[in-house]
Every structure is written in structure tokens, then in C-alpha cells.
């Protein structure tokens, strides 16, 4: 199954910035999308956005909409998220998965963004 990996995360106060880093390999197998989600202290998942890798098809959650960024960097093999204009509502663990693995519940460690403010 194809690999994915999150780093970035960190502490902000309320207005900054941060980048989200989702190092995937397809080297045990191909992947058609990878989407970026978050779970708040006692939440559950949410959808935060997603972009295709095999077209140019984009969404955002429309709380982030305007704020959050997600991109690919093929130098790096990953798909990023820039966060700006951050807010405290924010703060959660941010999670990269494949969308057809996410509804199964299945995650990786995720990285932790906590915004003060």
C-alpha cells in the first residue's frame, strides 16, 4: 500500500503562518488523491482539504477556504498544506491519507498545530 508521512506541525499565535508537509511514496502503490484532515480534542475528523494526482481537481473545507493552501511539491514527492491567517479554532492534529482510506477509519500518527491566541 502507498505511504504517507506528516511533519510541519508546531505552535502559532493567532494570525500566523505554517506549512504542512505529506511525504507519499506509490513505490508499493499508485495514488489517486491525497486530502488533509484534522481531529480537535474531542472531535472527530474533519475534512480540511484535497487536491487529485491525476487531475487538477481542488476542494476546501469552507472553513479554510481562503486561508489554507493545498498544494504539490514534485521536487519534494509531497502535497503541502500552508496555513495562514491562523485562528485557535485551528488547533487540532492534522492527518494526510488517501480519501478511500479515510472513511475507514484508518490514520497515521499526524502531526499537532496548536494556535494561541
Known amino acids: 500500500q502507498a505511504q504517507l508521512m506528516e511533519s510541519g506541525g508546531g505552535s502559532v499565535q493567532a494570525g500566523g503562518s505554517l506549512k504542512l508537509s505529506c511525504a507519499f511514496s506509490?513505490?508499493?502503490?499508485?495514488?489517486?488523491?491525497i486530502g488533509w484532515y484534522r481531529q480537535a480534542p474531542g472531535k472527530q475528523h474533519e475534512f480540511v482539504a484535497s487536491?487529485?494526482?491525476?487531475?487538477?481537481?481542488?476542494n476546501y473545507a469552507d472553513s479554510v477556504r481562503g486561508r489554507f493552501t493545498i498544494f504539490r511539491d514534485n521536487a519534494e514527492n509531497t502535497v503541502d498544506l500552508q496555513m495562514n491567517s491562523l485562528k485557535p479554532e485551528d488547533t487540532a492534529v492534522y492527518y494526510c491519507?488517501?480519501?478511500?482510506?479515510?472513511?475507514?477509519?484508518?490514520w497515521g500518527q499526524g502531526t499537532r498545530v496548536t494556535v494561541s491566541s
Open positions: 487536491m487529485s494526482l491525476v487531475d487538477t481537481r481542488i
Open positions: 506509490e513505490s508499493t502503490g499508485s495514488i489517486d488523491a
Open positions: 491519507n488517501e480519501p478511500w482510506r479515510a472513511v475507514t477509519g484508518s
